[in-house]
């Protein structure tokens, strides 16, 4: 498996704001990717983190919104910008990693966000 | 876009009782993935499945890839408490530019009464 951390674990933030979530991979991993998982809801993939070069979107999701970088193999950020209520959610990057000689892929513990 | 259906969407049942989740996909997807989310925890993942046909344990848990690959499985017996949480299954596509994307289901929400 891999050893994936989040911060913060949790936030309340005020519309308009904007939060940076990182998350830090105890080892260099290729694949890196970001979630949201609105209340009661299932995960839907925001991007992938590439490193070197932008983050690819997902249907939905824009670059102005939801700003990624990804500076090293075992790093990432998530900025969630210019937020409102409906950014309430969980925030969650995951990891694709080795295991018994397929790719498969591991997640953070998430962040959770309130936005009042 | 691809869509995943997963049932049931809850299950109640008694300690020491199987269950039998799965998931049906429109499209082919060339790995598996089953996690159980925790309150205020990240998905863990249980089982991976790689091959058409394929079933794997895990303790407790059996999961099979299906023939036609647009569906999976996931069974656990002998239920105990702290089989209580957030299932999912997740479909991942394997080449081009959707490479490692997971599509999710829906999840199905098991409750085990002691």
């Known amino acids: 498996s891999a050893v994936i951390s989040q911060k913060p674990s949790r936030d309340i933030c005020q519309r308009g704001t904007s939060l940076t979530i990182q998350c830090q991979v105890d080892s260099q991993v290729t694949m890196m990717f970001w979630y949201r998982q609105q209340p009661g809801q299932s995960l839907t993939l925001i991007a992938t983190?590439?490193?070197?070069?932008?983050?690819?979107?997902e249907s939905g999701f824009v670059i102005d919104k939801f700003p990624i970088s990804r500076p090293n193999l075992t790093f990432s950020t998530l900025t969630v910008s210019n937020m409102s209520p409906e950014d309430s959610s969980i925030y969650l990057c995951?990891?694709?990693?080795?295991?018994?000689?397929?790719?498969?892929?591991?997640f953070g513990p998430g962040t959770r966000l309130l936005v009042l | 876009g691809q869509q995943l259906n997963q049932s049931p969407q809850s299950m109640f049942i008694q300690e020491g009782e199987d269950v039998s989740m799965n998931c049906t996909s429109s499209?082919?997807?060339?790995?598996w993935l089953w996690y159980k989310q925790d309150p205020g925890e990240g998905p863990v993942l249980l089982i991976a499945l790689y091959k058409a046909g394929e079933l794997t344990s895990n303790g407790r848990l059996t999961a099979q890839f299906g023939i036609t690959r647009k569906d999976s499985f996931l069974n656990i017996s002998a239920s105990i408490p702290s089989d209580v949480g957030i299932y999912f299954c997740?479909?991942?596509?394997?080449?081009?530019?959707?490479?490692?994307?997971?599509?999710f289901g829906q999840g199905t929400i098991l409750t085990v009464h002691p």
């Open positions: 499209s082919i997807f060339n790995t």
């Open positions: 997740a479909g991942q596509d394997a080449g081009g530019t959707s490479y490692g994307k997971l599509t």
């Open positions: 983190a590439n490193q070197g070069s932008e983050a690819t979107y």
């Open positions: 995951s990891v694709e990693r080795l295991a018994g000689g397929q790719e498969t892929q591991y």
